[in-house]
């Protein structure tokens, strides 16, 4: 059965740092492209971060530019998402995306709260 498994999130104070996991099983996720998105409380779910296949390009929100790192380690069918000078507007469930053509998986989210 496929699935993305996101772990690593929690509790921040403002300035702080997370990273978060995303672990793919089921399917081959190197041929796959990997993003994150993000839904605060109340608003749309949102594009964070993404990386394409073997690394080759990588875009991110301009919200988090500058701040995110959104890697992948393909040995371990894993993606990161290094998270830093976090503020509260960052307050969100995360979730990992999987593509690739017309087939795609949703991880089921990780909560993270920034907060003094």
């Known amino acids: 059965q496929a699935q993305l498994v996101e772990s690593g999130g929690g509790l921040a104070q403002p300035g702080g740092s997370l990273t978060l996991s995303c672990a793919a099983s089921?399917?081959?996720?190197?041929?796959?492209?990997m993003s994150w998105y993000r839904r605060a409380p109340g608003k749309e779910r949102e594009f964070v971060a993404y990386?394409?296949?073997?690394?080759?390009?990588?875009t991110y929100a301009e919200s988090v530019k500058g701040r995110f790192t959104l890697s992948r380690e393909d040995a371990k069918s894993t993606s990161y998402l290094q998270m830093n000078s976090l503020n509260i507007e960052d307050t969100a469930v995360y979730y990992c995306?999987?593509?690739?053509?017309?087939?795609?998986?949703w991880g089921q989210g990780t909560q993270v709260t920034v907060s003094s």
């Open positions: 089921g399917f081959t996720s190197a041929n796959y492209a």
């Open positions: 995306y999987a593509t690739l053509g017309g087939s795609s998986y």
């Open positions: 990386i394409g296949i073997a690394g080759d390009y990588k």
